[in-house]
């Protein structure tokens, strides 16, 4: 039987404090539950409940449409790699897809000038309601994770404000993720072990079958708790750490109930270079260009790009293997 494990929990309510002292206070608990367990609950009064349950209310409606209506959005149409994702389009593992499908919003970028790879305009379907609801809930938690990067910048003992100037246009992107039904299920590996490239996650999950992989190599059951986001640290919060933080490897097992889950990945700005900026005298790791990375590692698991770099239409260039952070990254590095 799966070992069931209950992550620190954070309370972050004081980062709307005037009082720097509680706003310290806040980014000394998120430094240590970073660099022990490196996932989280976050807790506080900045969330809107009516706006998880909108969005919730209009993922099952928009899903419950028929796969051609979907497909009208289909995400190898876009612009900005937003749109609808089906079955079998994501793979981590070749000849292996999760049973799941998507929608996933990036960052709404109209302007024409300064545009890049995932950096667009967002695709939107043409579903009643659809772009009022989950936009709002995008502003809502891009709200609270530029707070929260300003708590990262505490606790590495930078500027408050050193990250607000590196993401403004930040290709941060939202998912609407739904796993339907499936009575076959067995309680074994869904999405397969993975880090999230950026540099945090807030993730809101319906249903339980998240796990986690802790420091000493075992997979633990994540249980859902009421009233919180789940964080969890990515690739590039690894890096800008120096290895203070590391990306946790986590997958979701395969169950049967039908199950929603919402992760929002939180990037710095396209053009940003992400370097350590704690320990700068023995850096750990080499410099990465951020929206490269993301992009070389978006390239290489979803099937519509895969085909472009096959048939020699996009090039990726410095393209980082995946699962290069992370537990195994650790092992190399110590």
């Known amino acids: 039987m799966q070992k069931e494990y209950v992550l620190p929990l954070v309370e972050i309510s004081q980062l709307s404090s005037p009082h720097l002292e509680d706003r310290l206070a806040v980014a000394q608990a998120l430094d240590q539950a970073c660099k022990d367990v490196g996932f989280l609950y976050l807790k506080g009064d900045q969330f809107q409940p009516e706006l998880f349950q909108n969005l919730c209310r209009i993922a099952e409606q928009y899903f419950a449409q028929d796969e051609a209506q979907k497909m009208r959005h289909y995400i190898g149409q876009s612009e900005n790699h937003s749109g609808y994702v089906p079955i079998g389009e994501e793979q981590f593992v070749s000849n292996s ?3 799941k499908e998507s929608y996933d919003i990036n960052y709404d970028y109209l302007t024409s000038e300064g545009r890049r790879p995932l ?3 967002t695709q939107w379907p043409d579903f009643p309601e659809f772009k009022l609801h989950v936009a709002e809930y995008y502003q809502h938690l891009k709200q609270i994770g530029h707070q929260l990067f300003r708590c ?8 408050e404000h050193y990250f607000d100037a590196h ?14 039904f499936n009575q ?9 072990a993975h880090t999230d490239y950026e540099c945090f996650t807030l993730l809101l999950p319906t249903a339980p079958g998240l796990q986690v992989l802790n420091k000493q190599g075992e997979w633990m059951d994540i249980p859902l708790l009421e009233n919180t986001l789940v964080m969890n640290i990515g690739d590039m919060m690894e890096i800008l750490s120096n290895g203070r933080y590391l990306a946790t490897k986590h997958r979701v097992k395969k169950v049967q109930q039908e199950r929603y889950s919402f992760p929002l990945f939180f990037s ?7 370097q350590p900026v704690i320990d700068t005298d023995q850096p750990r790791y080499a410099p990465l260009k951020g929206g490269e990375h993301l992009f070389n590692q978006t390239a290489q698991t979803f099937q519509y790009l895969k085909q472009k770099v096959a048939s020699g239409e996009i090039v990726l260039e410095n393209a980082r ?10 092992k190399e590095l110590s």
């Open 97 to 99: 897809y999760d049973l």
């Open 119 to 121: 950096v667009g305009p």
């Open 152 to 159: 990262f910048a505490l606790a590495l003992g930078l500027d």
């Open 167 to 180: 993401i403004a246009h930040a290709p941060s992107q939202l998912r609407l993720i739904h796993y339907p």
């Open 184 to 192: 076959a299920a067995q309680d074994r590996e869904g999405i397969g």
């Open 268 to 274: 710095c700005d396209y053009d940003y270079l992400i």
């Open 321 to 330: 293997p995946l699962y290069s952070f992370g537990l195994n990254e650790q």
